[in-house]
């Protein structure tokens, strides 16, 4: 495995099956890369990105005290059987004139009351730094998680809106055994706060019991207060266009909060959402 940093070593990986990340890397990273292998049968090499991209926080604390471990995830990607890292500068990402090239957020990023209310110019830099990606591997595919949901749907706006080539899969999150959604983030949950979170994700279960949307949301909320969490949203929304959900089509249950000083952000289907067998049924109360 290589590590690359400048755009032009890339050469060596045309054509990639491409992972974006922004290192930390855990378990959910571990799947995009195992579903990008999966696919690799082509002959395509499989390449990580590892680019904590500035752009993208919308508070330089977030930015600062964001895990920073390059080391551990070259031996992580390493076992994972992938071809190389791309772990660009600042500098490479972002030449002279590529932070004045427009961006025309598509709607899916600014639905009123989900991510873009609460991180302002959040999805103007995913935007940036995800078209810069694609431009500079020309990826055959990337692979997203489904954890970020709003985000797997902007960057499918993005190829269709830049006229891209590279597919874009999306791949199920992976939790803890007690529902809790893998995140970089969870590194900075401590003792209460930890068990605290628990309340996100059953949330989403508690929310999915309700077939009409507003009782849907009234009861996650009630899940999220009894356990002492005040989200900044929890929505239930067409899963495509983000919109309110639409009669027939299908939807997804959203949730962003701040536990502790962490925030965390999961979503699932809705309705009817189930956790796997490590968790308790419990709710906190
Ligand atoms: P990040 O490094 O947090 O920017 O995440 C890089 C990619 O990994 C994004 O496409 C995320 O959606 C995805 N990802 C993060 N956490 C998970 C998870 N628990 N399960 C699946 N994918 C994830």
């Not at 070593?9 to 099956?17: E, G, N």
């Not at 709607?107 to 500079?136: K, M, Q, S, W």
């Not at 507003?214 to 919109?243: C, F, K, N, S």
């Amino acid at each position: 495995m290589r590590i690359v940093s400048d755009i032009a070593s890339l050469a060596a990986f045309a054509d990639a099956h491409l992972v974006p990340t922004m290192g930390a890397l855990h378990a959910g990273h571990a799947a995009l890369i195992g579903a990008a292998r999966a696919d690799a049968g082509d002959g395509a090499p499989v390449v990580v990105s590892v680019f904590v991209n500035p752009a993208q926080f919308n508070e330089k604390a977030d930015f600062d005290a964001y895990p920073r471990t390059l080391e551990t995830d070259a031996a992580f990607c390493e076992r994972l059987g992938v071809e190389a890292i791309f772990a660009p500068s600042v500098e490479a990402m972002y030449p002279a004139g590529e932070l004045e090239r427009g961006v025309e957020l598509p709607p899916v990023a600014t639905e009123p009351g989900l991510e873009d209310a609460f991180r302002p110019g959040h999805f103007e830099g995913v935007y940036r730094v995800c078209r810069r990606l694609f431009e500079v591997t020309g990826a055959r595919r990337a692979y997203f998680g489904e954890k970020d949901w709003q985000q797997l749907q902007l960057v499918r706006a993005l190829v269709e809106r830049e006229g891209l080539a590279t597919a874009i899969v999306g791949v199920p999150t992976v939790r803890e055994g007690d529902g809790l959604a893998l995140s970089s983030r969870n590194v900075h949950l401590r003792g209460e706060d930890r068990v605290r979170a628990r309340a996100l994700s059953r949330a989403l279960v508690e929310a999915g019991r309700f077939g009409d949307p507003g009782e849907g949301e009234a009861a996650g909320l009630r899940v999220l207060r009894a356990g002492g969490i005040e989200p900044e949203y929890l929505a239930v929304r067409d899963d495509a266009t983000l919109g309110p959900v639409r009669a027939g089509g299908d939807a997804r249950v959203l949730v962003a909060a701040k536990v502790g000083v962490t925030r965390l952000i999961d979503n699932a289907p809705w309705p009817g959402f189930a956790l796997g067998s490590g968790w308790d049924g419990g709710v906190l109360s």
